[in-house]
Each structure stands twice: as structure tokens, then as C-alpha cells.
């Protein structure tokens, strides 16, 4: 787990930079405008989670692999507090899909 604490626009934070598997997160605004957070894969924007103010965004049971896994703060004031599950993985391993 890695938690990190935003209280700048446009900060973005390393969460892994080797592949790593998102698993969930927990996302908590003190502000009074919403907050903006995305989940970046390399150079590319997975996911963005809107948090309305003063609450807490969060998901478990997730199993969503990436190369690399940044976290930005897009928009927003008050103090944010990022937490997010995630293992290692391996680069070659095989996903698996459900039917």
C-alpha cells in the first residue's frame, strides 16, 4: 500500500514503477470543491476518480494490471489523502479473463 498526501493542483506521485497490479484505493477530500484524482499507466490516463467534497471515494477487489502506476491531483483545494492497494507483478504474466 502506498498513501500519499496532495494538497498542490497538479501534482502527480510514483506509486510503482515497475508492472504492479492496482487491487484499490481509498481516496479522501477535506476541500469544498470536488477533487480530480487519475490513475496514469506509463503515459497514459487509465482512470479518473471524482471525489466530491469533504468525502471518501474508495473500491477493493480490483485487478487491474499496469507497467507503471502514477497518481495525479488534476483540480482542487483542502488537503487530499491518497491510499492504494497494489502488488508486483510479473511482465510476462498471463491475465487472466473471465467468461
Do not use: C, W
Not at 9 to 20: A, H, K, L, M, N
Not at 28 to 51: M, Y
Not at 56 to 74: F, K, Q, R
Not at 76 to 87: K, S, T, Y
Amino acid at each position: 500500500m502506498a498513501t500519499f498526501l496532495n494538497e498542490r493542483f497538479g501534482d502527480r506521485e510514483i506509486v510503482s514503477e515497475s508492472p504492479t497490479r492496482l487491487t484499490g484505493y481509498s481516496i479522501s477530500s477535506t476541500g469544498v470543491d470536488h477533487r480530480f484524482v487519475t490513475l496514469i499507466d506509463g503515459d497514459q490516463r487509465k482512470k479518473v476518480v471524482v471525489v466530491p467534497p469533504g468525502e471518501t471515494v474508495s473500491i477493493s477487489g480490483l485487478n487491474e494490471p499496469y507497467t507503471s502506476l502514477d497518481v495525479e491531483s488534476e483540480v482542487g483545494d483542502g488537503q487530499l489523502v491518497v491510499n492504494i492497494d497494489h502488488e508486483p507483478r510479473m511482465l510476462g504474466e498471463v491475465e487472466e479473463t473471465s467468461n
